[in-house]
C-alpha cells in the first residue's frame, strides 16, 4: 500500500490549497478515504471522510464550509480543496487509508 500526498505549500491567510493523495496497493473505488491533520505540538486531528463512491462526506466543524473532499475512483487519488485557510489550519496533513497515512504534505498559513 503506498499513499502519496501533495500539493501543500505556503499560503496567506485567506487563500487556498487543493491537496492530493494518490493511493496504490488496494482496491480504492471500495474504501472510504480520510483526511487528517497534525500541527506542530499536537496530536492528530480528523478532518474530512468520504465515502466509497463520493456521494457521501463529512467535515470537522473546524474546516466545514471551507474545505470539500473529493474523490476520482477512475485515478486512485482523493483530494482536498481548502480555501478561506487561516493560520490555524497550518499542519501535516495526510489521507488514511484504514490507518496507514502517508508521508505527509506541509501547508503553512502565514502572512
Same mark, same amino acid.
Given at each position: 500500500v ?10 496567506? &491567510? ?14 480504492f ?10 500541527? &506542530? ?46 493560520p ?24
Amino acid at each position: 500500500v503506498q499513499l502519496v500526498e501533495s500539493g501543500g505549500g505556503l499560503v496567506q &491567510p485567506g487563500g487556498s490549497l487543493r491537496l492530493s493523495c494518490a493511493a496504490s496497493g488496494f482496491t480504492f473505488s471500495t474504501y472510504l478515504m480520510t483526511w487528517v491533520r497534525q500541527a &506542530p505540538g499536537k496530536g492528530i486531528e480528523w478532518v474530512s471522510t468520504i465515502n466509497s463512491g463520493g456521494t457521501r462526506t463529512t467535515y470537522a466543524d473546524s474546516v466545514k464550509g471551507r474545505f470539500t473532499i473529493s474523490r476520482d475512483n477512475a485515478k486512485n487519488t482523493v483530494y482536498l480543496q481548502m480555501n478561506f485557510l487561516k493560520p490555524e489550519d497550518t499542519a501535516v496533513y495526510y489521507c488514511d487509508w484504514t490507518g496507514t497515512r502517508g508521508q505527509g504534505t506541509q501547508v503553512t498559513v502565514s502572512s
